[in-house]
């Protein structure tokens, strides 16, 4: 998938397109608000990642423009201004997400890989892991056709966010973050994580052992997954 | 005590004195004034007396050489003439005497003068009782109490009435200028009318004084606001640039822990960025309060986001709420992240197994919710500093915090005019009451 990352601050764009080469999308760079919109004008992308502080541009008229040339197109706003304004506004223009500054990149993609999942009107991601099957649209875990009910809201999310990032180890900062990120509170503390996922093994295993969910020692824990 | 009151006290005090010395001297004024009369009626009725000897010749007055005397009937006024020798020189004099009258001892005003008729010498002697005059005394004095009284009670009504509205505009300037208004946002000037040229002083000075403080506060808002701005690129170019890292295959576990740890770091500042963000953008008023909420479904929502941080310290946690009423007009975000924050803080500063209680009612027609937990309290001196920014006081059991999580209640509670109190008592827990203002509907 072709994505046109707009973003005038270049160590970050090279990040995003580091990382999102990895995930097999194909990247194009803008530094600057002129030629992206020429690039929009010309070439036909699936996503576009724009930053809304770029020095020569104003981002939300990069957005109709994207909107108008590049219909197909999902939009992504980045960018730190947080300000609850801008983020309505940006919405309401047709983005199709918002992330604000700093975001983690995995958080990027697992929001890309649900535009995707909507888009193309995938109603039933269906993920097999050992014996239990995962409605990623649903949001639900079976074991044998049988719902496991026990699972709560936080610990699908944790469960999804680890299918989404299949076979990558996802540090604890990582999953607290994804989790809790739109708390803001005062402690940057993430062994609750721990145990989240000690229950999650504790309420599956009454069915079958979850192996898939590995604990990478030291660091984290990764869904494997072909 | 009200500068009011004091005036008042001071002008009644004062006209006290005045009216109590008065009526002090009063007899002795009555005394002089009476002394005064007695003596220019003794003078006219002297010189009436010689324009008669004059006339009439003293022989019609004192036949054969015998004196003369003539009392009125009540024996108050008298009046005699005698022949005197020359030894006492001339005389003019009134003096105060007693004489005896026929058993009654009574005090004359008394004039002699001597005149001279041919040889002889010849003396006047006019005299006036004046043992009346102390009589009346005490009954003048009464009535004077009594009337300079009620003039005074009079007046200090009056001036009650007067120096309440003479006083009234330096009340309006303090509930207007310092009271009413929420530090330290004013709003424009508005002159507090008033014709006193010191309150009209006080008025601008205050006024001046609340401008200087208002632009610091701007500036520090500003500057917080651009600083964290300013943060958040380079700690999101860190953040991807660490977790690219983690992705490269050549990378050994040892590389992978370091790098873990930079997150954790990395991590630590972006949420103080994050706080200190949402702070400066709550106190520039920049969220809209526009949702409505009940207090059950935002305890709820805080209770699954941290349900597991009370399982994990094995608290018990328990709702108590008796109004559920709706709240108009309020951020939903940024309450929950109040209420976030403070069943947070009583999780973190809780014993292992202990107690956290949420309650909520109406008292005074304000909606009450209290926080109780049984941690480890706060000592009273440290309970005034709370809610400043990066004060950490309580030392947390294993946790690590910032001292942010106090300050962000703070300013959402003011974001949305709800009172804050703490009472605490070390090693028993920690209650924070919050009273909504108004009546929910």
Not at chain 1, 184 to 211: E, G, T
Not at chain 2, 153 to 159: E, F, G, N, Q, V
Not at chain 2, 403 to 424: M, T
């Amino acid at each position: 998938m072709n994505v046109l990352i707009i973003e005038d601050e270049k160590s970050l764009a090279k990040e995003l397109e580091i990382f999102l080469a990895n995930c097999n999308y194909l990247c194009e760079i803008c530094y600057n608000g002129k030629t992206a919109s020429e690039k929009i004008a010309v070439n036909l992308y699936d996503f576009i990642l724009i930053d809304l502080g770029l020095p020569d541009y104003e981002g939300l008229d990069l957005l109709k423009e994207a909107k108008k040339n590049n219909p197909e197109a999902a939009c992504i706003i980045l960018t730190a201004r947080a300000e609850v304004y801008d983020r309505i506004k940006g919405l309401d223009l047709g983005a199709d997400d918002y992330l604000p500054k700093p975001f983690s990149m995995l958080e990027l993609q697992s929001r890309m890989q649900a535009i995707v999942r909507r888009k193309f009107g995938l109603k039933h991601t269906i993920v097999n892991l050992g014996d239990f099957v995962i409605d990623l649209n649903d949001r639900t875990i079976s074991h044998q056709d049988k719902e496991v009910s026990t699972i709560t809201k936080k610990e699908f999310d944790l469960i999804a966010y680890l299918i989404m990032n299949k076979n990558r180890t996802l540090t604890r900062p990582q999953l607290s973050e994804h989790i809790w990120g739109s708390v803001v509170n005062d402690d940057y503390d993430s062994n609750y994580i721990d145990v989240h996922i000690k229950n999650i093994r504790k309420k599956l295993s009454v069915h079958s052992a979850p192996d898939w969910l590995e604990t990478v020692r030291g660091l984290g824990y990764k869904i494997k997954l072909n | 005590m009200k500068l009011q009151t004091k005036l008042t006290l001071f002008n009644a005090i004062s006209k006290l004195v005045i009216v109590v010395l008065f009526v002090l001297l009063l007899p002795t004024l009555i005394r002089n004034i009476n002394q005064n009369y007695n003596d220019n009626r003794l003078h006219k009725q002297e010189e009436k007396a010689i324009v008669l000897i004059q006339k009439q010749g003293i022989g019609a007055f004192m036949e054969n050489g015998e004196p003369y005397s003539s009392y009125t009937l009540l024996k108050d006024e008298y009046i005699s003439i005698d022949t005197t020798d020359g030894s006492i020189g001339k005389l003019d004099t009134i003096t105060q005497q007693k004489r005896k009258v026929e058993g009654d001892t009574i005090n004359y005003r008394i004039l002699n003068r001597t005149f001279k008729i041919g040889k002889t010498n010849y003396m006047l002697e006019i005299g006036k009782s004046v043992s009346t005059i102390g009589d009346t005394d005490v009954a003048l004095q009464s009535i004077a109490l009594q009337v300079l009284l009620g003039m005074i009670c009079l007046t200090i009504l009056a001036d009650l009435f007067y120096s309440n509205y003479i006083l009234r505009p330096l009340d309006r300037i303090i509930q207007t200028k310092l009271i009413g208004n929420k530090f330290p946002n004013f709003g424009s000037y508005k002159k507090v009318r008033t014709t006193t040229s010191d309150f009209q002083y006080l008025d601008k000075s205050i006024h001046e004084m609340i401008r200087t403080i208002e632009s610091a506060f701007q500036k520090e808002r500003e500057f917080i606001s651009n600083a964290s701005h300013e943060l958040m690129t380079p700690i999101s170019i860190l953040q991807s640039k660490i977790e690219n890292m983690f992705q490269r295959e050549e990378i050994t576990d040892d590389v992978k822990v370091r790098l873990l740890e930079m997150q954790k770091i990395l991590n630590r500042l972006k949420s103080i960025t994050k706080t200190l963000l949402l702070i400066s953008q709550i106190e520039n008023a920049q969220f809209l309060k526009e949702d409505t909420v009940t207090i059950k479904n935002l305890i709820d929502d805080v209770y699954n986001e941290i349900s597991i941080r009370l399982e994990d310290k094995g608290i018990t946690f328990k709702t108590n709420i008796e109004n559920d009423t709706s709240l108009p007009e309020v951020n939903e975000f940024l309450l929950f992240n109040m209420f976030f924050n403070l069943i947070n803080n009583a999780i973190k500063y809780n014993k292992e197994g202990g107690e956290i209680v949420v309650k909520s009612f109406i008292d005074d027609n304000r909606l009450i919710v209290q926080i109780i937990d049984t941690g480890i309290g706060i000592a009273a001196e440290q309970i005034p500093f709370i809610f400043n920014r990066f004060k950490k006081f309580r030392q947390s059991m294993e946790q690590e915090s910032f001292g942010l999580g106090l300050p962000i209640v703070k300013s959402i509670a003011d974001f949305h005019g709800i009172d804050i109190n703490v009472s605490s008592a070390l090693n028993v827990g920690t209650t924070f009451t919050l009273r909504f203002p108004g009546v929910p509907l």
